[in-house]
């Protein structure tokens, strides 16, 4: 029986594997291993694909939302005790990074249509303590209107993405701007080059971008120790930084970026035609989206777990993202009474099926042509 593989690190990487190699061998012998020059040419790489004026080059994508909001933290925007409105349905680590900084998360419900943060609803969760509203573009589907360009200004309070599944997505917001990169929409981005992202590095590496030139100074110096200058240090900061190995190894892959962003639409365009069995719930975007990233495809059926079942005996290996939500697990407890219906069917529901640099569009075709064939 033909297997349709989720994701295979090793053959995503394979194809680059000379480049890399050459990549990873001029750090080597370069003697520079720790913020040298190719950290400062990602640095502008990342920058330019999120439209921002700084890009700061971080340990991994928990510690861009970590230091994003420990600058904020630092520079006297919040202070702790204040509320951050995130989606209940992200996974941990945007929640992890705010109850770090001793901020206090508030789980809001996404949209049952596009399963990103209810922006029409946002507006019950702000109280005087609301110092954030953290949008996640989850899967790779931007989430953002006009809500977020005008809450700032209302409630006084920053917009902080996390964009670690969507780099490359563009929004549309009508009579504003025509397009423009996820990352760079509000106040603050954070992005993470885990593996398995769509830009994924040789281990853990993220990143966080900006406009804002103060909140730049301010993580780049937290990454570095709180450190202004050499042994000079401002704040009681981290480590949080990128190593050059794992620089040198993303800026031979972003040249590659929008080619894997464009295939994964065909493969999603693909499976949007082509899966027509009616227990199934297909992906609904955004109106405001200009272009996905699809870092998953997802999908949802209230007979989920069969679905994967049936699946995997005909050999499409599939993935759950995420099964319990941040607020249902053992760290978080004091949370474990909270009536998040939407978020715990969504939960329930979703299947992520292959999308990856594996999956060709024949696969696309047989997977959607069993899915076809299921039987609840
Ligand atoms: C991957 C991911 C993170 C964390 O990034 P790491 O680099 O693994 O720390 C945060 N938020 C979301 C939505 C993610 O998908």
């Known amino acids: 029986m033909k297997k349709y593989k989720f994701l295979d690190l090793k053959y995503v990487n394979e194809s680059f594997e000379e480049e890399l190699k050459e990549a990873a ?12 020059e190719n950290v400062t040419l990602l640095e502008k790489d990342i920058a330019e694909i999120c439209q921002t004026r700084y890009a700061i080059a971080v340990s991994n994508g928990l510690d861009a939302l970590r230091l994003i909001l420990r600058a904020y933290i630092e520079m006297g925007e919040f202070k702790e005790g204040d509320e951050v409105i995130v989606a209940a349905n992200t996974y941990v ?12 998360p508030v789980f809001a419900e996404p949209s049952p249509e596009t399963m990103n943060l209810d922006l029409h609803n946002i507006e019950q969760y702000i109280t005087d303590r609301t110092c954030a509203v953290m949008p996640v573009h989850l899967y ?46 509000g106040h603050a981005g954070a992005l993470s080059f885990y593996p398995t992202k769509n830009l994924g590095s040789l281990g853990d590496a993220g990143a966080v971008v900006t406009n804002d030139g103060k909140l730049a100074e301010t993580v780049y110096a937290l990454r570095n120790y709180g450190s202004d200058y050499r042994y000079h240090n401002v704040y009681r900061g981290w480590n949080c930084r990128m190593d050059e190995i794992q620089a040198a190894i ?50 949802r059926s209230p007979y989920r777990d069969r679905l994967r079942k049936y699946l995997s005996e005909n050999g499409v290996e599939t993935d759950v993202s995420y099964p319990t939500p941040p607020h249902l697990q053992p760290c978080y407890k004091t949370y474990k009474n909270k009536k998040l219906p939407i978020t715990q069917s969504i939960c329930n529901e979703v299947v992520s099926l292959p999308i990856s640099s594996l999956t060709t569009e024949n696969d696309a075709v047989e997977i959607s042509e069993i899915i076809n064939r299921f039987k609840y």
């Open 93 to 104: 680590a945007t929640v992890l990074a705010i109850s770090d900084n001793n901020l206090i």
């Open 25 to 36: 061998c001029n750090v080597i012998s370069s003697g520079r291993y720790i913020l040298g």
């Open 140 to 185: 790779g589907s931007t989430c953002w209107d006009e809500t977020l360009l005008k809450l700032p200004g209302l409630y006084n309070l920053k917009v902080i993405e996390d964009n670690a599944q969507a780099i490359g997505a563009c929004s549309h917001v009508p009579g504003l701007f025509n397009t423009h990169a996820t990352g760079g929409l």
């Open 250 to 299: 993303l800026r031979v892959k972003i040249p590659y970026l929008q080619k894997e962003n464009i295939r994964r639409n065909k493969l999603a365009r693909i499976y949007n035609e082509k899966i027509l069995n009616t227990s199934i719930k297909k992906p609904i975007v955004s109106e405001h989206q200009a272009s996905q990233v699809w870092h998953q495809y997802v999908i």
